[in-house]
């Protein structure tokens, strides 16, 4: 519910801002690995076997992230705005069936 309050946040911040030729989108990240996933003692194999049937089967690098954020913050998205981009290697897509 909080994850969707903050779409919904997203888009009514735009709404009200575009005027004011603010934009305001959101990152969606899924699973990334990061220091912090390492230090709980994940292999590869065990994101592997956790992401395994999803589109792309693999955890992200946070500058996959980075660079979507990299990306808004520039002006190559002037025209984006009360969007929500999704950066999850597919997980949200689902599995095949």
């Known amino acids: 519910a909080s994850k969707f309050a903050v779409r919904g946040l997203t888009r009514t911040a735009?709404?009200?801002l575009g005027a004011r030729h603010i934009r305001?989108?959101?990152?969606?990240?899924?699973?990334?690995?990061?220091?912090m996933t390492e230090r709980r003692g994940w292999?590869?194999?065990?994101?592997?076997?956790?992401y395994r049937g999803y589109p792309l089967g693999r955890m992200a690098h946070p500058d996959e992230v980075a660079?979507?954020?990299?990306?808004?913050?520039s002006d190559h998205s002037s025209y984006c705005t009360g969007a929500d981009f999704v950066v999850d290697g597919g997980v949200l897509a689902g599995k095949p069936v």
Do not use: M, Q, W
Request: hydrophobic residues 50%; aromatic residues 6%; negative net charge.
């Open 14 to 16: 735009a709404i009200e």
């Open 24 to 35: 305001v989108n959101t990152v969606v990240p899924g699973p990334v690995r990061t220091a």
């Open 43 to 50: 292999s590869d194999d065990d994101y592997a076997k956790a």
């Open 67 to 73: 660079k979507v954020i990299a990306f808004l913050v």
